[in-house]
């Protein structure tokens, strides 16, 4: 995929070249061209989802969460992580909501996903609850999402998610050892 990416990449150059010389023809012939290599990455996506249909979920419930956003697309450069990590705990000190948070997400163990700061809202107070969104952090629906059969890998698994849900993480639940996915609505 990375290739029909520069692909793309490539082709918008040579649309902008184009547009400033005025050939229509050109033009006409590289917008068929871009056009084609979107639907070859659609057909890829398409492909790699149908593959991976033999998961089963089901949903079992929705729960509103406080989430802390990620404000950085390359959140794995450099040490921004880190750093988030740090701002989250503080936030949950001050908000004296931190030992609630240690104990819900003990009971889980988190295999995978893109979401690095949740606690679900009902466990704590009004006033941690606006102190939290009052440091950034948002009230969110969170699906969730019971894995009741998968015939794949994790990586397999986290491959889905990642093509059916913007904002989640792959959870086991310690006592039962089921797996579950917290889709996040942000």
Same mark, same amino acid.
């Given at each position: 995929?990375?290739?029909?990416?520069?692909?793309?990449?490539?082709?918008?150059?040579?649309?902008?070249?184009?547009?400033?010389?005025?050939?229509?023809?050109?033009?006409?012939?590289?917008?068929?061209?871009?056009?084609?290599?979107?639907?070859?990455?659609?057909?890829?996506?398409?492909?790699?989802?149908?593959?991976?249909?033999?998961?089963?979920?089901?949903?079992?419930?929705?729960?509103?969460?406080?989430?802390?956003? #990620?404000?950085?697309? /390359?959140?794995?450069?450099?040490?921004? $992580? *880190?750093?988030?990590? @740090?701002?989250? =705990?503080?936030? !949950?000190?001050?908000?004296?909501?931190?030992?609630?948070?240690?104990?819900?997400?003990?009971?889980?163990? #988190?295999?995978?996903? /893109?979401?690095?700061?949740?606690?679900? $809202? *009902?466990?704590?107070? @009004?006033?941690? =609850?606006?102190? !939290?969104?009052?440091?950034?952090?948002?009230?969110?629906?969170?699906?969730?999402?019971?894995?009741?059969?998968?015939?794949?890998?994790?990586?397999?698994?986290?491959?889905?998610? *990642?093509?059916?849900?913007?904002?989640?993480?792959?959870?086991?639940?310690?006592?039962?050892?089921?797996?579950?996915?917290?889709?996040?609505?942000?």
């Amino acid at each position: 995929m990375q290739h029909k990416v520069h692909e793309i990449k490539r082709i918008t150059y040579e649309i902008e070249k184009s547009v400033h010389t005025g050939n229509k023809v050109i033009l006409e012939k590289l917008i068929d061209d871009m056009i084609k290599t979107c639907e070859g990455i659609r057909g890829d996506i398409q492909a790699k989802k149908s593959a991976l249909s033999n998961i089963k979920l089901d949903i079992i419930n929705e729960i509103k969460f406080l989430y802390k956003p #990620v404000l950085k697309k /390359n959140y794995y450069e450099g040490t921004y $992580l *880190e750093e988030f990590s @740090k701002k989250r =705990t503080e936030d !949950l000190k001050e908000a004296k909501a931190l030992d609630i948070h240690n104990r819900f997400w003990q009971t889980y163990e #988190v295999m995978r996903g /893109n979401v690095f700061g949740s606690v679900p $809202l *009902e466990l704590i107070h @009004k006033d941690a =609850t606006r102190r !939290l969104m009052g440091y950034g952090w948002d009230e969110v629906t969170v699906k969730v999402i019971e894995v009741c059969e998968r015939q794949c890998s994790i990586k397999e698994l986290v491959e889905f998610c *990642e093509l059916n849900f913007d904002h989640f993480l792959i959870v086991k639940e310690k006592a039962s050892e089921s797996e579950i996915i917290l889709h996040y609505q942000v």
